[in-house]
């Protein structure tokens, strides 16, 4: 009688461990998955905060000097760095341990400052002489 118990509880014992490393495989898959889209996500609300900017921009460039706006961006997590330099945008991030360029071209100079930590900001985009400003609005 102790016999078949002592087989039942070594059978137990070996199902759940079966059951412990088919969970364990299943979490770090998952783990894996998520990083990835949460790597995809970040790179996808850069891109659409650098429309935002360079569209905006383009209007106050088209209406001539003097010219302003005012936009909502969001700025995501893992931002290293936001430059204007010339006719280009970039944004440098670390996605997934690995730096990553998200950039846009203008049709315009740019210069300014555009806050690379995450969060939501108001901005302001100004035309002047050849060139767009665009800084953080504090009004």
Known sequence: MYKKRGQASTEMMVVLAMVFILLTFIISVNETVMTGIEA????MKAKIALDKIVHAGKLA?????????????????????????GREINITMNLSGEKNLIYKLTDYNVSGTIPSEMGNYWLKIKSEQNKVVISNYYG
Do not use: C, F, R
């Open 40 to 43: 995809e996500y970040d790179s």
């Open 61 to 85: 460039y088209q209406q001539g000097e003097g010219a302003q706006l005012k936009i909502y961006v969001t700025i995501p997590e893992n931002v290293e760095s936001i430059s204007l330099a």
